[in-house]
T-cell receptor
Framework: EAQVTQNPRYLITVTGKKLTVTCSQN?????MSWYRQDPGLGLRQIYY???????DKGDVPEGYKVSRKEKRNFPLILESPSPNQTSLYFC????????????FGSGTRLTVV | RKEVEQDPGPFNVPEGATVAFNCTYS??????FFWYRQDCRKEPKLLMS???SGNEDGRFTAQLNRASQYISLLIRDSKLSDSATYLC??????????????FGSGTQLTVLP
């Protein structure tokens, strides 16, 4: 089954403790992206990657890092999480073509206390 | 001004009603347009692409007016299962040639029995 898999689904952590949210897709998509979703603000892009070893900042990259060492994986790293990073996070992938939308993972609900 | 604006609703309609959602976008370089559906606390899922000629998928009709930078979604004979948040989405090519999806904040629909 074609899908984007994120882990974990839920995570509660403390301020400053490094964490990684994993994302993997099995569709051989070149384009991958991370979004966060907050009430009233909608989905905002954090980082995206156009291909292996090619990543760039989205609209809200501060406090996040990403890497794209393999085509299928695009982990999101929070080196020192803070409470304002409490959010619902989605990973998405696409072929990158103009008329193609994204396939989203099931989401990771992160709480930083 | 937000790049993609939607009426947040909520829209509460009886079963069988016809309901219309509107969306405006500010970037005239926008290339592709989509409607996504998001159920509570779940990932967004592609509902349909939107083309200048207008397109229909069963009870759903989407239209695009590039001159007015306006997108619409019409749902006929609404069902209880149509209750969700509907996201207007625009794809824009950035200077790096990356195509980025920009999301509206969503319009909440509740179909009542």
């Amino acid at each position: 089954e074609a899908q984007v898999t994120q882990n974990p689904r839920y995570l509660i952590t403390v301020t400053g403790k490094k964490l990684t949210v994993t994302c993997s897709q099995n569709m051989n998509h070149e384009y991958m992206s991370w979004y966060r979703q907050d009430p009233g603000l909608g989905l905002r892009q954090i980082y995206y990657s156009m291909n292996v070893e090619v990543t760039d900042k989205g609209d809200v990259p501060e406090g996040y890092k990403v890497s794209r060492k393999e085509k299928r994986n695009f982990p999101l790293i929070l080196e020192s999480p803070s409470p304002n990073q409490t959010s619902l996070y989605f990973c998405a992938s696409s072929t990158g073509g103009r008329n193609y939308g994204y396939t989203f993972g099931s989401g990771t609900r992160l709480t930083v206390v | 001004r937000k790049e993609v604006e939607q009426d947040p609703g909520p829209f509460n309609v009886p079963e069988g009603a016809t309901v219309a959602f509107n969306c405006t976008y500010s970037n005239s370089a926008s290339q592709s347009f989509f409607w996504y559906r998001q159920d509570c606390r779940k990932e967004p899922k592609l509902l349909m692409s939107v083309y200048s000629s207008g397109n229909e998928d069963g009870r759903f009709t989407a239209q695009l007016n590039r001159a007015s930078q306006y997108i619409s979604l019409l749902i006929r004979d609404s069902k209880l299962s149509d209750s969700a948040t509907y996201l207007c989405v625009v794809k824009i090519t950035r200077s790096s040639s990356a195509r980025q999806l920009t999301f509206g904040s969503g319009t909440q629909l509740t179909v009542l029995p």
